[in-house]
């Protein structure tokens, strides 16, 4: 069977966001007098959505969530400088879409946030699709996203190989029934 779509995760596999990401957060966090440290989050919450990860370091209050949240997004653009593109793994996908393959973006994170940094990066036009856990009832762990993709493209899960960097999209990828890769970036 012949290999129809490349479905990738964005942070952590597509682009190494994963200090400008802390950075922002840490740097929003301080403004709430909220202290934690780059090796903190690396270690404890790399990989968590926005409100698993405020929740596990102790903010329940909706409305301080939410103030964070905006905070994190409005600083990040600030730290796109220390956000760098899989190279090896980006010319793969173009390669594969010359040769009539479809690539789509599959992540969890907000489409905000994606789309400024391929902007940034110069890669928004480079890409057949981009869903995000806005686009589905239930996301990552679970298959979702994944299966959405396969049927927006009309790929079956044979035809498919996913790409992702979290163990969160692990699960989500092996119950998709799709091949993958795990791609590991440093940090």
């Not at 966090?29 to 690396?42: P, Q, V, W």
């Not at 498919?160 to 979290?166: A, G, P």
Request: hydrophobic share 40%; glycine share 6%.
């Amino acid at each position: 069977m012949q290999i129809k779509l490349l479905l990738l995760d964005f942070d952590g596999t597509v682009a190494n966001t994963g200090r400008a990401n802390a950075t922002s957060y840490i740097e929003a966090l301080a403004e709430e007098g909220i202290t934690i440290s780059m090796e903190e989050y690396r270690q404890k919450y790399f990989g968590l959505r926005c409100p698993e990860f405020l929740s596990d370091i102790g903010i329940t209050d909706p409305v301080q969530m939410d103030r964070i949240r905006r905070r994190k997004v409005e600083i990040y653009p600030t730290h796109f400088d220390m956000v760098t593109l899989n190279k090896p793994l980006w010319d793969f996908v173009q390669d594969f879409r010359r040769q009539g393959g479809k690539a789509v973006i599959v992540s969890t994170g907000h489409i905000e946030n994606i789309t400024n940094v391929m902007r940034y990066l110069g890669i928004e036009n480079d890409i057949d699709g981009l869903l995000s856990s806005d686009d589905v009832k239930v996301s990552k762990p679970a298959p979702d996203c994944f299966i959405k993709a396969m049927e927006m493209f009309g790929a079956t899960a044979e035809e498919t190989i996913i790409f992702e960097d979290s163990q969160i999209g692990i699960t989500a990828a092996n119950a998709s029934g799709a091949a993958h890769f795990k791609v590991e970036l440093e940090f």
